[in-house]
């Protein structure tokens, strides 16, 4: 977990990182493929599937932001729920999902769920014993969505996160609405933090993204091996884009708060 603020690791995250020409600014890697110093001697990229210094700098300031241990930034946020459905879901295992859930995920579970590779209980989540009814189940994964898309519906993610516990499952909050400027579910007993970054975290409508951060180093490596497995990872372009609009986030998000309170006190 990182020591700086949240607008600091906005910021800063890959600022003079150049070693080559020392740039202040990270250069753009569009690079696919790396050559190795010597026989034998592995680098630390090879080809862009796998690894990217760009998606390396945006992966990390975005699970720093999120008090994780590890991400994988994705080429849309569809993808990275289907990569996380992918690296922890077989033919027998049951995911719960919110029934007003977005619905690009709710189209995903339900198809992929028809082919049999998976089963999906759709649930609304503020109803506890709907929710409670639907764990008995004994899901592998459960995913929150709050506030949810578009109904902007809200659920307790620390209380899901107790229940889901209890019976073994690993949860995913979708906090595409939120950032980790207001809420931060890691924290709050999630497992895994998922976004389409194509919204409030690249902030500028021109790159579609997503991202899966996660609590644990071993989950990230689990993902990381999915992601480059199925060719769900990100592109170079994107994600310098992406952190170039993640470094206004901080402020953009002072500026919010203060406008809230004018309104509410107008």
């Known amino acids: ?21 020392h740039a202040v600014v990270p250069p753009i890697y569009l690079s696919t493929n790396y050559g190795f110093p010597a026989f034998g001697e592995v ?14 700098l945006l992966e ?9 241990k590890g991400a994988v930034v994705t080429n849309c946020g569809t993808s990275a729920l289907n990569l996380w459905a992918s690296a922890f879901l077989g033919p027998e295992d049951t995911i719960v999902a919110p029934h007003d859930c977005y619905g690009g995920s709710y189209r995903l579970f339900n198809t992929r769920a028809q ?3 998976f089963k999906v209980l ?13 764990l008995e189940a004994k899901p592998k994964l459960v995913l929150l969505e709050t506030p949810s898309n578009p109904l902007v519906r809200v659920v307790d993610i620390a209380a899901v996160c107790e229940k889901a516990k209890k ?56 993902l990381a091996w999915w992601g480059n497995c199925i060719g ?10 992406t952190l170039r609009g993640i470094r ?19």
């Not at 680098?43 to 390396?56: E, F, I, L, Q, V």
């Not at 207001?182 to 690249?202: C, M, R, W």
């Not at 990100?234 to 310098?240: A, H, K, N, R």
């Not at 206004?248 to 107008?266: D, E, I, P, Q």
């Open 248 to 266: 206004t986030l901080g402020r953009v998000c002072v500026y919010m708060k203060r406008a809230h309170s004018t309104f509410l006190n107008s």
């Open 167 to 222: 019976v073994g499952a690993l949860v995913a909050v979708d906090n595409t609405f939120l950032t980790p400027v207001y809420q931060k579910p890691l924290e709050l007993g999630a497992d895994f933090v998922i976004h389409s970054t194509t919204k409030y975290i690249n902030g500028h409508s021109d790159v579609i993204g997503g991202v899966v951060i996660t609590k644990t180093e071993q989950h990230a490596e689990d």
């Open 1 to 21: 977990m990182s020591n700086r603020k949240p607008a600091t690791i906005a910021v800063r995250t890959g600022i003079e990182s150049d070693t080559q020409h």
């Open 122 to 134: 759709f649930v609304d989540q503020g109803d506890d014993a709907a929710l409670e009814a639907a």
């Open 43 to 56: 680098p630390t990229y090879d080809y862009t599937r796998s690894g990217n210094p760009n998606r390396g």
């Open 60 to 68: 990390q300031a975005l699970y720093e932001l999120e008090s994780g």
């Open 232 to 241: 769900a990872t990100g592109t170079p372009f994107d994600s310098y884009m």
């Open 115 to 117: 082919k049999g590779d």
